[in-house]
């Protein structure tokens, strides 16, 4: 080590800390400040004469001023945990490139990794707030080459279930609709949160006119939540006075369970009310009936401008059926996820194959439709 940090020094003018930052991974027990500045003696060298060319003169100088503009900034946010980290720039990365040439492969840490290090004790220190690497609630991203820290606070994840109770909104917003399923929930939840941002990730979907009966799963994300600790039960109640759309089961979550949710293929029970352009007959329950087995669907013409135009195979589990006027029918159906029901009652003009249309051999219209249950996926 000692002919490297010879070498190191005929060349480049560095501080204690960034000497001994060379080394750190192959001697312990000592902080690079310290490890630099017995490196010097031993070398019977003169002490850094100006700023450092490599960290700029981060090091020589107190970092507690970095500290201080984190925590100005911090003080605005309500967090548990943070993590710290910084851009160097590119003048710190070529530099540190050209001094390895004259050290083994993994001798030396990264002038980031120590400022990090650093600054993260210090504000761990002051703020009493906890570290945690892998999912904080705020990054703490000091720009060394601008002398500003920035904060990137992580979105807030609620997870739940909700029940659309009526036919006259859509699942998220829409410029068309001055509402939706979203926005309801969102509402006090950006409030309590002061949140910029909302999105909800749900677990598939039902159309405008289709209400939801049996409970969905959700994720609402939330976009730089200055507040992350809320009061989900009264949130809950607040949410449930609208009489549009009622949730339970408000949890923190993680980004993780947005995948899982959108991955899960949960069956679902329907019930449709379906006119017939003639009188059912009794021999139709048997017609019925024997629609149960797989459904192949093109992808309907009425989201095809939106969707992939593919064709997909769904099993259509169980049927049964209760007559409610003479033309009119209320049809109860399980069916696994995927399944388009309207298409499944009138054919789309043969792009879904067997239909009811098909079965019972006239025209069919839906009236209304309804999901009533979500089974749980697995």
């Known amino acids: 080590m000692k002919d490297e940090a010879r070498n190191i020094l005929a060349r480049y003018r560095l501080c204690d800390s960034c000497l001994g930052r060379q080394f750190a991974g192959r001697s312990t027990g000592q902080t690079n400040r310290q490890r630099g500045a017995a490196l010097r003696r031993l070398l019977q060298a003169p002490p850094c004469q100006g700023t450092c060319q490599l960290c700029g003169g981060i090091f020589q100088a107190d970092l507690e001023h970095w500290s201080r503009m984190a925590i100005r900034q911090l003080c605005r946010v309500k967090y548990a945990t943070f993590v710290v980290g910084s851009r160097p720039g590119p003048r710190v990365t ?42 904080p609630d705020v990054l703490v991203l000091f ?120 991955a899960d293929r949960h069956d679902k029970t329907y019930r449709v009310r379906v006119r017939l352009d003639r009188p059912f007959r009794t021999e139709d329950v048997d017609c019925l009936q024997s629609l149960a087995g797989v459904i192949r669907q093109e992808t309907p013409m009425r989201v095809v401008h939106r969707r992939t135009d593919m064709a997909r195979q769904r099993t259509l589990k169980r049927i049964a059926c209760r007559q409610v006027a003479a033309d009119t029918l209320d049809i109860d159906l399980t069916a696994e996820a995927g399944l388009y029901i309207k298409e499944l009652v009138t054919g789309d003009d043969g792009r879904t194959r067997p239909s009811l249309a098909d079965v019972l051999g006239c025209k069919t219209e839906v009236l209304t439709l309804d999901v009533l249950r979500i089974h749980r996926a697995g």
């Not at 492969?105 to 570290?131: D, H, M, Y």
């Not at 009526?166 to 006090?188: K, L």
């Not at 949140?195 to 677990?203: K, Q, R």
Request: hydrophobic letters at 40%; aromatic letters at 6%.
């Open 143 to 262: 720009d060394l080459v601008r002398g500003c820290v920035a904060l990137e606070i992580t979105p807030l994840f609620i997870f739940g279930r909700y029940r659309k109770l009526v036919r006259t909104i859509p699942q998220t917003r829409w410029r068309r609709f001055r509402s939706s399923v979203e926005q309801i929930i969102a509402a006090p939840l950006m409030r309590a949160s002061r949140g910029t941002a909302h999105a909800l990730h749900g677990a598939g979907r039902e159309d405008i006119d289709v209400r939801c009966l049996g409970w969905r799963p959700f994720v609402l994300e939330i976009s730089r939540p200055m507040r992350r600790q809320l009061h989900l039960a009264r949130i809950e109640r607040i949410i449930n006075r609208s009489r549009r759309v009622k949730v339970h089961g408000l949890q923190p979550t993680t980004r993780d369970r947005v995948a899982a949710v959108k």
């Open 94 to 135: 070529d530099l540190e490139e050209r001094i390895a040439q004259y050290l083994p492969p993994g001798s030396a840490e990264p002038l980031k990794s120590e400022f990090n290090r650093e600054v993260g004790k210090l504000l761990w220190r002051r703020t009493c707030r906890r570290v945690d690497w892998k999912q």
